[in-house]
């Protein structure tokens, strides 16, 4: 585990899970947030994250990759990792865990997403979003994963459970 691409749903308690492996592995943490939005929720352009992520991948011997990012780039990713986690609680879950995140950002700075990106603004677009993704994405997504599931490890959180017990055995700091 040494090239590791982390995705799914909003809410599900990935950035807080890939740092948490970062420290314990040792592994450099680059979230997809932070590259594709500048502040004011201004989106990078697809050349411009391609080009950022190319730069990762091509430069570093490890990493841990948290997010999203073009179809395009979620392929070249999963082809270099070695690891691939899929965190794919049900959805209402991810709207749970979503909602108490924005809602405490009122409260608490956030470091998930650039400076100058306020969440609690941005619920109801994300709420949308987490549904497409839910209905629309994931089905695309989970067959992605499979057709790159040979040689790599594939790990699958379907639950808070499988995700607190990952968390034990992977990120314990030594």
């Known amino acids: 585990m040494g090239r590791v691409a982390v995705i799914g749903n909003a809410?599900?308690?990935?950035?807080?899970?890939?740092?948490k492996l970062s420290l314990a592995k040792g592994i450099p943490l680059y979230s997809i947030d932070h590259i594709q939005w500048k502040p004011g929720w201004v989106q990078a352009?697809?050349?411009e994250i391609k080009r950022k992520q190319d730069e990762i991948l091509s430069s570093q011997r490890k990493w841990i990759i948290d997010g999203w990012g073009g179809w395009d780039d979620?392929?070249?990713?999963?082809?270099?990792?070695?690891?691939?986690?899929?965190?794919?609680f049900p959805l209402w879950v991810h709207y749970w865990w979503a909602f108490k995140r924005q809602f405490s950002s009122m409260f608490v700075k956030n470091t998930d997403f650039p400076e100058g990106c306020p969440l609690w603004p941005k619920t109801w677009e994300l709420f949308k979003l987490m549904w497409t993704i839910d209905r629309d994405i994931r089905?695309?997504?989970s067959q992605l994963i499979h057709s790159f599931s040979e040689g790599r490890l594939v790990i699958y959180l379907r639950s808070p459970g499988e995700l607190r017990r990952f968390v034990r055995e992977h990120c314990a700091i030594p």
């Open 11 to 19: 809410g599900g308690g990935k950035s807080t899970l890939c740092r």
């Open 74 to 88: 979620i392929k070249t990713r999963f082809a270099a990792a070695d690891t691939i986690i899929f965190v794919d």
């Open 45 to 47: 352009s697809p050349t």
């Open 139 to 141: 089905p695309h997504l």
